[in-house]
């Protein structure tokens, strides 16, 4: 099955589910004559239609990436989500250079280059952000700052 | 000559030393700003108007310093899009489709060049429209009500199939998506939550800046892994930065059109910076016709947005100054800035403080000046980025994406967004659904249900109410039209040409 | 981009030489800039500063979301002991958590430092509008609701459009549902769609508009305060058209629950001298405020009965159930 039959696929299903989630809005006691639902109502409306039209008339395949590449996209996605979720606790300095580091090497497999770039952006990033722009960064955890 | 008087009035004011100096710094600070992903006009502005005080600079000052990193934003917002295929900020979004193509070709630092000139054009003409007309335009706005601001917005999204994608049903996905995703948070008429799903992160909508820096700096570092960089600009062999005077003759015509569509733009509260580019993009790709190469790296792609949106950054001063309503983000932190200095603005500003509407134009065409003296040398610096290396460029690219978005909101629920818009991004582009719809969607969906809403509501629920002036009708034939004629004039002719380096994509 | 940035750094060190981040006082505005609480940061930060009550530049913080939610989560939930805080409020903040719209949040989980200046509500309408005085727009509401529609900056059901409401309430007209309103985003945009005919009435507060009074382009028909306000003697209380509705916004300021009393006097005694400084008068003065000054614990029980009060007024009126 082409690509574009199965994205169809999967934009008449999130399209449906959207549909049926408006049908649940509440509506408030003081409401006016087209209420909350009727336009996301059409938007789904619209939303079906131009999924069932690329069910129809779907393109050529496009090329996807082989086995190893999508190790590379998952670790690549898999830090950058850990990375949004530590820069809180952990601060900015830790957590920035391992996640570029790890971004850097999986665009170019050389451990020292990786290395060198996540110390080297994570220190750049947080003397320009902090005395440039003079954003409020916490460089280390809250609890070794004491 | 009461104009030149009054101009001379805020060059006393304003020209000195010490503001020129405030001045260079500022339009060098905002060009930096504006470049990088997530930080634009808005929040550049927003980030220094504490520092301003800080220095104990006076309103003058301060005022001149901030109009620098303002317009200096607005300028900056280019780069990135052209270099990286990453928009600095939302209206530098249009720039990409031909920017990047060209950077591709190796002729960035043409690129580059010409949006710079095309940026000055538009600010300079937006920022005459407003010496001569302002109080005059201002009484436009109260033309426009909620019918007239729904088929502006009807004609903005009618427009859309044009853009990108081969298969038009792509393109209405795209544009559902990203209305789909503006309906998220409290519902504006009635404050009833919808597709919340009882989270308070959700309640007040997707931040369109999470999206654009999700869908376009993320999705970017996606490409790259999966590339290692084949077929991007970085490293690319450079042509020598030189001025291109066939392409700034070539593309006057493009300029001007530009900065007479977004400065109109601009004036509407409810429109902005965003339609204006977007709008004079898709007017300049209908003039061209056969003749353009819209997509593919064509010149007037990128001259007449950029002319558009410091055009309407220019005209969305007219509003704020004279009504006190800010058309944009911008002009909201502009507006705070004035009220910190204790002015509000209000029809009466002209009259009340001469000085200091008089001393904002001025440091505006000194910033205007001060950035195209400063951006055609610059232009050398900015194309050295696409030398440094992928694995450095990338990482630093994506990290200033999630401080960015981190100092905008202070929320990690926004940064897992962003990477969730990242991968959507990769799949859009993998199947060639275009992204810029989603963010137009996005940007306008709300504001055009809430128009619809409040049109219904004014006319007790009659539809006709929608066609009522001549302005809504003139704007829906425009849509109807903008709409229809791709359609037939795609039977007429053949197939656009297919992409240069379509196997890059 | 790495270069340029670090070329960057070395011009900007030159301006933010005087900067110091370290435990800068902060102020939470819970709106986008250009709004009634980024005013209210700005200017009592800008004061803050200015008359040497706090060492450092005031930092403000714009925090918007879910009308103020996000921000009084936030607060109640991770910066709870936080000293160094202050939060810009208003009479919207109450009348949301009156109406339950912060997810469950109460008045309770912050303390209320005080406020320093009222912002009186008013009801304009068009320079060309057929309605004269109060009367004239409640009567011609009374016999056809739909021939009038108001605008205002809150959406549906927030403290805008209470105050039509309110004054249709105590003229005896209770069918809420049938006054029409539109919400849009600020007073400024209202009053746009005011003066372009495209809605009837304006409901709004009074520094929002005093430009558009002073030039004449709209017409005042009622000012919600008991008296009549010193800068705009000629705009009639709606009092005195007989139509008995007060409704001021407050401006002030609360602080996380969790700090030490001696931390939350210090704000009060902070806010008091701002509020007692001549550069604040002659800023409500400007921007067309009363002065409106409760700090402390007095402050504290008033916004205990306002909460209760519009809880039941909300109810009343039928804008919650």
């Known amino acids: 099955m082409s690509s574009d039959r199965i994205f169809g696929l999967v934009v008449l299903g999130v399209a449906l589910a959207y549909i049926a989630s408006a049908l649940q809005i509440q509506t408030s006691f003081l409401s006016d004559p087209v209420g909350p639902k009727v336009f996301p109502l059409m938007i789904g409306g619209v939303a079906v239609l ?35 979720y530590s820069l809180r606790p952990m601060g900015f300095l830790v957590p920035t250079a391992i996640a570029a580091g790890v971004v850097s090497y999986q665009i170019s497999p050389n451990l020292k280059t990786a290395a060198l770039t996540g110390i080297g952006l994570s220190a750049g990033l947080f003397a320009i952000f902090k005395y440039a722009l003079g954003l409020g960064l916490i460089a280390l955890p809250r609890a070794m700052m004491g | 000559m009461e104009i030149l008087s009054n101009l001379a009035l805020g060059f006393s004011v304003a020209l000195n030393p010490f503001t020129l100096f405030l001045a260079v710094v500022g339009c060098f600070l905002g060009t930096i700003i504006g470049a990088l992903p997530g930080l634009g006009p808005s929040n550049g502005v927003a980030i220094l108007i504490p520092l301003a005080f800080t220095m104990g600079l006076d309103a003058t000052s301060a005022l001149v310093l901030l109009t620098s990193v303002y317009y200096g934003a607005m300028y900056g917002g280019r780069i990135s899009s052209i270099l990286l295929n990453i ?34 054009v538009g600010a300079m003409l937006a920022t005459i429209g407003l010496v001569i007309f302002a109080p005059m335009l201002a009484r436009i706005a109260y033309k426009f009500g909620p019918a007239e601001y729904f088929a502006l917005y009807l004609l903005a999204f009618a427009t859309l199939g044009g853009v990108g994608s081969k298969n038009q049903a792509k393109a209405v996905i795209a544009t559902c998506i990203g209305l789909g995703i503006a309906m998220i948070g409290l519902d504006n008429s009635t404050g009833m939550p919808r597709f919340t799903y009882g989270n308070l992160h959700m309640m007040d909508g997707i931040d369109f800046l999470v999206a654009i820096v999700g869908l376009f700096a993320i999705t970017e570092v996606f490409f790259f892994i999966e590339t290692h960089g084949k077929g991007s600009a970085i490293g690319v062999k450079l ?3 030189t001025i291109p005077i066939k392409d700034l003759i070539f593309t006057s015509g493009a300029m001007l059109r530009g900065s007479g569509i977004g400065f109109i733009a601009g004036i509407l509260p409810g429109a902005g910076a965003s339609l204006g580019s977007f709008l004079a993009y898709m007017a300049e790709k209908s003039v061209a016709g056969k003749s353009g190469r819209f997509g593919q790296g064509d010149p007037r792609g990128i001259a007449a947005p950029e002319a558009g949106n410091n055009a309407a950054a220019g005209g969305a001063l ?44 001025a440091s505006l065409l000194i910033a205007n000046v001060v950035l195209l003296i400063m951006n055609i040398p610059m232009v050398k610096i900015f194309v050295k980025v696409l030398m440094v290396p992928a694995w450095v460029l990338l990482p630093g690219v994506t990290m200033i994406s999630f401080v960015g978005i981190y100092s905008l909101t202070g929320s990690y629920f926004d940064l897992v967004l962003m990477v969730a818009f990242g991968v959507m991004g990769y799949f859009l582009r993998k199947l060639d659904i275009p992204t810029v719809p989603v963010i137009l969607g996005i940007l306008l969906g709300n504001k055009m249900e809430d128009n619809l ?9 009659d539809w006709t109410y929608l066609f009522s002036s001549g302005i809504a009708i003139g704007l829906w034939t425009a849509a109807i039209l903008g709409f229809v004629a791709p359609i037939f004039l795609r039977r007429f002719l053949k197939r656009p040409p297919q992409p240069l380096d379509a196997e890059a994509d | 981009m790495r270069m340029t940035l670090l070329k960057a750094l070395g011009t900007s060190a030159l301006i933010s030489l005087g900067a110091t981040t370290a435990m800068a006082t902060e102020c939470i505005a819970p709106a986008d800039a ?35 939610g996000l921000a009084y989560a936030n607060v109640v939930n991770e910066r709870n002991t936080d000293a160094d805080l202050i939060v810009a409020a208003s009479s919207a903040t109450t009348t949301r958590l ?40 409640v009567e011609a509401i009374k016999a056809d609701p739909s021939k009038v529609t108001f605008a205002g900056g809150s959406a549906a059901g927030g403290f805008d459009h209470l105050k039509p409401l309110m004054i249709m309430k105590v003229a005896g007209f209770t069918d809420a549902r049938s006054v029409k309103y539109i919400g849009l985003n600020g007073g400024a945009e209202a009053i746009t769609q005011t003066i372009g005919g495209f809605t009837q009435a304006m409901t709004g507060d009074i520094s929002e508009i005093t430009g558009f009074i002073r030039s004449g382009d709209v017409r005042a028909l009622a000012i919600l305060t008991p008296e009549r306000v010193a800068g705009f003697e000629d705009i009639p209380t709606a009092k005195e058209q007989g139509y008995d509705v007060v409704v001021v916004n407050w401006r002030g300021l609360y602080v996380p629950k969790g700090i030490s009393d001696d931390a939350f006097n210090a704000w009060a005694t902070k806010l008091q001298a701002v509020a007692d400084s001549a550069e604040w008068k002659a800023v409500m003065e400007a921007n067309g405020l009363a002065p409106f000054t409760l700090v402390g614990a007095d402050f504290q029980g008033w916004i205990d009965g306002v909460v209760a009060d519009t809880t039941v007024l909300s109810r009343e009126i039928g804008v919650i159930q």
């Not at chain 1, 129809?56 to 996807?64: A, F, K, Q, V």
């Not at chain 2, 944009?328 to 009466?348: E, K």
């Not at chain 3, 706090?54 to 918007?64: C, G, L, S």
């Open chain 3, 34 to 68: 250009g709004g009634g609480w980024d005013f209210t940061c700005r200017q009592i930060g800008k004061l803050l500063y200015d008359l040497k009550l706090v060492p450092n530049p005031v930092q403000v913080t714009n925090m918007a979301g879910a009308g103020g």
């Open chain 2, 239 to 241: 042509e020598k930065v």
């Open chain 2, 453 to 461: 809403r409040n049109a219904m509501v004014v006319s007790n629920g």
């Open chain 2, 318 to 361: 007219i509003p704020m100054l004279t009504l006190g309503v800010p058309g944009s983000g911008t002009t909201a932190v502009l507006l705070a800035l004035l009220m910190t200095l204790n002015i509000t603005p209000g029809p009466t500003l002209f009259k009340d403080n001469p000085e200091v509407v008089w001393g904002l134009i």
């Open chain 1, 50 to 84: 131009a999924a069932l039209v690329l069910l129809l008339t779907p393109d050529e395949n496009p090329e996807w990436p082989k086995g190893a590449t999508w190790l590379h996209l998952v670790i690549a996605l898999v830090v950058l989500i850990a990375y949004a």
């Open chain 2, 87 to 120: 928009p600095g900020d939302e209206p530098a979004l249009m720039t990409t489709l031909d920017g990047y193509p060209m950077a591709r070709q190796g002729r960035a630092g043409d690129a580059l060049v010409i949006s710079g000139v095309a940026s000055f």
């Open chain 3, 98 to 137: 009156a109406q339950n719209a912060y997810g469950g949040a109460t008045a309770d989980q912050v303390r209320w430092v005080g406020t320093i200046g009222g912002d009186p509500g008013v009801i304009v309408v068009a320079k060309d509008s057929p309605f004269q005085t109060l009367s004239d727009l």
